[in-house]
């Protein structure tokens, strides 16, 4: 591991390693809330709306389950710090985001299931590592 990456008296961060995004205080709770909307919101437009649209729009005419095979698959890769497994769960919760903007022609039920999704982990006792 680089010699940055490790802090005296700390564990090593790795990729896959995810505890130091994961709120510990109550002040940092209640700023993860706000990073949940933002993520829900923001992820769901890009992924499931601006990508899907220029897929959609593409040239060469691609089938729609082609469409959310390929966005599912740059969302779970926009999650790579998780490592494989976030990865790989990631791609999957994209497929079931993706089938339930097309089976609603909303993004309104993506954005509050990524939402609670990523709120969950404000809500989760933990504490303070050294």
Known sequence: ??????KKGKAPVTIGNIDF???HTRHERIWFV??????GICEELIFRGALTYFLFELPVELPLWTIGL????????????QGISGIVATSFLGVIFFIL???TGSLLLPIIL???MDVRFALMPRTKTV
């Open 101 to 103: 903007f097309i089976g």
């Open 1 to 6: 591991m680089p010699f940055f990456l490790q």
């Open 114 to 116: 990524h939402f609670m």
């Open 21 to 23: 995004f994961m709120p």
């Open 34 to 39: 706000f990073v949940a909307i933002t993520a």
């Open 70 to 81: 390929l966005v599912s698959i740059l969302f779970g890769m926009a999650h790579l710090y």
